[in-house]
């Protein structure tokens, strides 16, 4: 389903129709991708419609907005609140929000700019499931576009100028038919797709590459390390050759769109024997009962709209 035109924004501060959110032509935002975002998933639970680990989320926004030093003028707990208030006030379709930061405009376009105005959006879609088509898994392609490196840009950050990287890999796959693009960072080994990180099963053992591979530190991915450890599972980060994932046992993605989603095949070679592969398919179930509230131990991670916003997990 659709945004329309009276879908409410939460615009530098104040609950707006969508229809009356105005970006200025001249936004740096625009031109050159100088923005950051987020990506959070709200869910319903017993205390109602809760977002998912919204803290953790508004910190990482902090944090990027930080990299590319914009402005942002409200406080972690203002932002949390925001995104409580957007989500009340669009309804229980609104199931992802979109948090956005962005340079706006001062007369000028030059790259050099400086003390220009952060405006910061937050709005609702409807997103559903994130790769639609019923099929029990994934197809990847390996992409021929590299993963840009850590010293191209900061992959800690979630800066929308990044995501062009992301799109290109993204079409590559879907004009092969394929669902997600698989990119490799510039040693050759598996740094993410387009959009989620990528854990793969070996010897019982969970495996997913490192922060140094040229990755973003996902939330989702941080959440299933947390709950395979907690099942009794050895997680290494490390680094994945191309060789050893098309022989994995079992490959997932992670994300807070995606979810936790098994994955098929990858250059139209099958992976695993049975799809989700058992781990692949223990780990998606708990998931899909922790965003709903509905493990005691993780209630910390499931922030209700209707309250104010959870403290931080100490670890
Ligand atoms: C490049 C990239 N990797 C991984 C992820 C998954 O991150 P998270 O689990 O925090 O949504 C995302 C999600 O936005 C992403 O854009």
Redesign the pocket.
Known sequence: MKMNKHDKVWFDGRLIDLGDACVSPLAYGLHYGWGVY??LRAYDTKKGRAVFRLRD?MV?FLDSARFMQLDVQYSLDELCDAVKEVCRANGSQADYIRPLAYYGENGELGLGAVNVPTHVLIMTIHMGAYIRGGAPGASLITSSWERPSNLATS?TA?VCG??VS?IIAKREAMRQGADEALMLNHNGSVA??????VFMVRHGQLITPGLSEG?????????VIELARELGYEVVERSITRGEIVIADEVFM?????ELHPVRSIDGIPIGKDVPGPITAELRELYGKVVRGEVEDHLDWVDPIDQKPARRRKK
């Open positions: 987020e990506g989320h990482r992959l979630k990044n995501y992301s993410e797709a387009s959009a989620e990180n990755i973003l530190e996902g939330i989702t991915r941080d959440t992670t994300g807070t769109a995606v």
